[in-house]
């Protein structure tokens, strides 16, 4: 289970190693994508608090990236943090995720991607529910929910 400190960890030395990597150009992206999801994956946006279709559903699934399709996050550990987006407690494997310290808007926080194609999440925070105090807060144009998947691959 990953922690705070380990976050922390991978923004200032190396993220995991992804299973693969998939790099396209712009106009491949732009191609595949709606306005609005390459928007936020490849330019870093936000959708609107509270606007998001995943915000509110808690179907069973796996969420996976909406550039890659790389697998994610898993519907068991989604939760509603109230705070406008689909929140996670953990990503579905350790290399899934790609971590970078962000100081845009006079903040810092920790920016979460796709580890596998570098497509913009959102952010991951130290106040999540116990037990690793995470919270993955995660545009939903930036995921697909895949209800028909085989947890034995």
């Known amino acids: 289970m990953l922690t705070w400190k380990e976050v922390i960890k991978f923004t ?20 595949i994508l709606t306005s609005e999801q390459f928007r936020i994956t490849r330019k870093k946006g936000t959708e609107r608090p509270h606007t998001g279709d995943l915000c509110s559903i808690y179907d069973e699934g796996q969420y996976n990236c ?27 494997k350790e290399n899934a995720i790609k971590y970078y310290k962000d100081t845009s808007f006079g903040m810092i926080r920790v920016e979460v ?5 570098d497509a913009h999440l959102g952010h991951v925070f130290p106040d999540g529910p116990e037990p690793s105090g995470l919270r993955y807060c995660i545009n939903s144009e930036s995921m697909q929910l895949k209800k028909d998947v085989d947890k034995n691959d």
């Open 66 to 92: 909406i550039c890659c399709n790389t697998p994610l996050f898993d519907s068991i550990i989604k939760f509603n943090s109230n705070s406008g987006w689909p929140s996670f407690t953990q990503p579905i």
């Open 113 to 117: 991607m796709c580890n596998t194609c």
């Open 12 to 31: 200032s030395t190396a993220n995991p190693t992804p299973n693969k990597r998939v790099e396209k150009t712009e106009k491949e992206w732009k191609a």
